[in-house]
């Protein structure tokens, strides 16, 4: 299947601080990438959808200038997590869709807000 | 509401025998199914997908089987084995525009005993 690459895999940062997480395509082109979060023993969440070339849309609850997010290229989309508080504390995946609407999931990000 | 719903959070079976992961959607307008696997800490990855049009999709042990008129999928995989453990996550979506967004089921936490 394709790889998709997501870094970092592990942050801690203080309270107030950004954290910016990338999301790479390696093998293919994805004109449409879409950021998840998941909390304990929850299903995932879609947070929002992102395109090459264009604005985010970003699912309804979820605050389009806390999460900042950018698809610069059709292979990079990355979500910057801003002024992060405790309660942002949380998995965050990236998605890249493919061919037939599969979507490629990368490894996580797990965000430890102190 | 929850539009996709996997009902039985958890299974055991015993390796070499069938394991049967059932999904149910409430929504009539989802004409494309995925199936995939997620170890904790991990992003899920792509098993298997059917579309709406066909009843059955096999790929080695991982069968999925589609009942439109019921809004019911299965993932059968036959023989089950240790490395299967794992959750597993139903997702259904439309085709085209928003319709590529990934509505997913809570999961099931599969336990293959050796």
């Known amino acids: 299947g394709a790889v998709v690459s997501q870094h970092p895999s592990r942050v801690i940062c203080k309270s107030g601080t950004s954290v910016k997480i990338e999301c790479r395509s390696l093998d293919f082109q994805a004109t449409t990438m879409f950021w998840y979060r998941q909390f304990p023993k929850q299903s995932l969440m879609l947070m929002a959808t992102s395109n090459e070339g264009s604005k985010a849309t970003y699912e309804q609850g979820v605050e389009k200038d806390k999460f900042l997010i950018n698809h610069a290229s059709l292979t990079l989309s990355t979500l910057t997590v801003t002024s992060a508080h405790p309660e942002d504390s949380s998995f965050y995946i990236c998605?890249?869709?493919?061919?037939?609407?599969?979507?490629?999931f990368g490894a996580g990000t797990r965000l430890s807000v102190l | 509401d929850q539009q996709v719903k996997q009902n039985s959070p958890s299974l055991s079976v015993q390796e070499g025998r069938i394991s049967i992961l059932n999904c149910d959607y409430t929504?009539?307008?989802?004409?494309?199914f995925l199936w995939y696997k997620k170890y904790p800490a991990e992003g899920p990855t792509f098993l298997i997908s059917i579309s709406s049009i066909k009843d059955k999709n096999e790929d080695g042990r991982f069968t999925v089987f589609l009942n439109k008129s019921a809004k019911h999928l299965s993932l059968h995989i036959v023989p089950s084995q240790p490395g299967d453990s794992a959750v597993y996550f139903c997702a259904a979506s439309g085709l085209g525009g928003s319709n590529y967004k990934l509505t997913f089921g809570k999961g099931t936490l599969l336990t293959v005993n050796p």
């Open positions: 998605s890249a869709r493919a061919a037939e609407n599969i979507q490629y």
């Open positions: 929504n009539s307008m989802f004409d494309y």
